[in-house]
């Protein structure tokens, strides 16, 4: 008998125990969603290159090692990019030779940020960390015009540019962070990219005329912790 309710405390105190850790882990850990808006661009060889508007969506965790440190990973869907034109014209004694380009890349991520976050105060954070994405989209809009001692090459359209792109990609994430207290919070985070995504690059002896292709951005979020 005495057996019996030596074992019966003994699960009651282990579904104490049991259930006092998950609610210290649920209090310590928080799951959201956020998205946003992305002005991001390409960093290249070639000067003039412009931003392009993009989007970004996904979910977060959230767990808090103290008050004032906690890890926060991400997984998000995010559209990038860059875009550049070029006129060139010169005229001597042969002719005159026209060149008009301009290209608009755009290129789709699955990201997995993980990002460090510091309290300032209670709701104020700094920010920084590393990204690892996934391109699972690549596509160029052109826009070409050539004349040349009277000959016209003119073309435009859109291709899929995903063979010539590298399909990882690294980045660092800088940012700040602000949340309310009824769980909407608020970032800003400037990604930094470490890759050179132009897959042919590698295998030429001359850099072309763009040079390394690498991503980076402004990130604008809201979201919620559920």
């Known amino acids: 008998m005495k057996a019996n309710y030596f074992r019966i405390n003994i699960?009651?105190?282990?579904?104490?125990?049991?259930?006092?850790?998950?609610?210290?882990?649920?209090?310590?850990?928080?799951?959201?969603?956020?998205?946003?808006?992305?002005?991001?661009?390409?960093?290249?060889d070639l000067s003039g290159m412009k931003d392009i508007s993009g989007f970004h969506i996904g979910g977060l965790l959230e767990y808090r090692v103290s008050n004032k440190f906690s890890i926060q990973p991400e997984l998000?869907?995010?559209?990038?990019?860059?875009?550049?034109?070029?006129?060139?014209?010169?005229?001597?004694?042969?002719?005159?030779?026209?060149?008009k380009a301009k290209e608009e890349i755009t290129l789709?991520?699955?990201n997995l940020p993980v990002t460090a976050k510091y309290y300032l105060?209670?709701?104020?954070?700094?920010?920084?960390?590393?990204q690892f994405g996934y391109?699972?989209?690549?596509?160029?809009?052109?826009?070409?015009?050539?004349?040349?001692d009277g000959d016209i090459?003119?073309?435009?359209?859109?291709?899929?540019i995903k063979g010539d792109v590298k399909s990882l990609n690294t980045s660092l994430n800088f940012g700040l962070g602000?949340?309310?207290?009824?769980?909407?919070?608020?970032q800003a985070r400037y990604n930094l990219g470490l890759t050179n995504l132009d897959k042919s690059?590698?295998?030429?002896?001359?850099?072309?005329?763009?040079?390394?292709?690498?991503?980076?951005?402004?990130?604008?979020s809201i979201g919620y912790k559920f």
């Open 121 to 130: 105060k209670d709701r104020f954070s700094v920010e920084t960390g590393i």
């Open 108 to 110: 789709g991520f699955i």
């Open 153 to 160: 090459t003119s073309t435009s359209g859109e291709r899929n």
């Open 178 to 186: 602000y949340e309310l207290k009824n769980k909407m919070l608020f």
């Open 76 to 99: 998000l869907y995010s559209l990038e990019g860059g875009k550049y034109s070029i006129s060139y014209s010169e005229s001597n004694e042969d002719g005159e030779f026209v060149l």
């Open 201 to 220: 690059f590698d295998s030429m002896d001359d850099e072309d005329f763009i040079g390394k292709v690498k991503s980076k951005g402004v990130l604008i």
């Open 11 to 44: 699960a009651i105190s282990l579904l104490t125990l049991i259930g006092g850790l998950q609610t210290i882990s649920a209090q310590k850990t928080g799951f959201g969603i956020k998205g946003g808006y992305n002005l991001s661009n390409l960093s290249t």
């Open 135 to 148: 391109v699972v989209s690549a596509k160029s809009e052109y826009d070409f015009f050539m004349e040349a």
